[in-house]
């Protein structure tokens, strides 16, 4: 059975260059965002139950209605548990159905922004922190979304706190622009094998 790490950290933290680290190295990453996307779109049962919560106009000529969905979610904090409530369990599902595909490979990875919040610490060995500071995450969410600071600082609030994370990550990498992130990687993943 492969070791399943996941790997966490805000907005701009830098959880995709680790990432596509691990992939360069061999290492399959499972990707919530956008396996949830996927699964959103194709999957009738998740596709149904939205329907049922946010009514037929959820979903127009078969393609999602983002603004809607997005406008209904941030309309009030309820409103995205609702949604989450549908969402994250059949990503949990996939999720697993994915990890015991890969499972000929010594480690896989899952990485997702709200890997603690949405309850998927149980699916993973270890839990991957990425961390910046927040000045380096406002200024690379702006560059990189073509963003305000104030709409970056809103998205950073919303999420958990970066210090709740710490505590709760088995391994901390420091993606700051000056601290290496290559070796931090190799070392990760050599500690894990030695582990395994």
Not at 96 to 122: K, P, T, Y
Not at 177 to 192: C, G, K, Y
Request: proline share 3%; charged share 25%.
């Amino acid at each position: 059975m492969a070791i399943r790490i996941g790997i966490t950290g805000g907005i701009g933290s830098g959880k995709s260059v680790v990432s596509r680290l691990l992939e360069l190295m061999g290492i399959p990453v499972y990707f919530t965002d956008n396996e949830a996307k996927r699964l959103m779109r194709d999957d009738a049962r998740l596709r149904g139950d939205l329907t049922a919560l946010l009514g037929s106009g959820v979903y127009q000529d078969g393609v999602l209605n983002k603004p809607m969905l997005a406008s209904y979610i941030f309309g009030h904090p309820a409103h995205a548990q609702a949604v989450n409530a549908i969402v994250h369990p059949r990503v949990r599902d996939d999720f697993r159905c994915w990890a015991q595909r890969m499972s000929g490979h010594e480690l896989v990875a899952m990485e997702s922004a709200i890997l603690l919040e949405a309850g998927f610490r149980d699916e993973v060995d270890v839990v991957v922190m990425v961390y910046a500071s927040r000045e380096v995450r406002i200024a690379r969410a702006m560059r990189r979304d073509n963003s305000s600071r104030d709409s970056v600082e809103k998205r950073i609030d919303s999420q958990m706190d970066d210090w709740e994370k710490r505590v709760q990550a088995d391994f901390v990498l420091v993606n700051d622009d000056e601290t290496a992130l290559l070796p931090q990687v190799l070392n990760l993943i050599s500690s894990l094998s030695r582990n395994h």
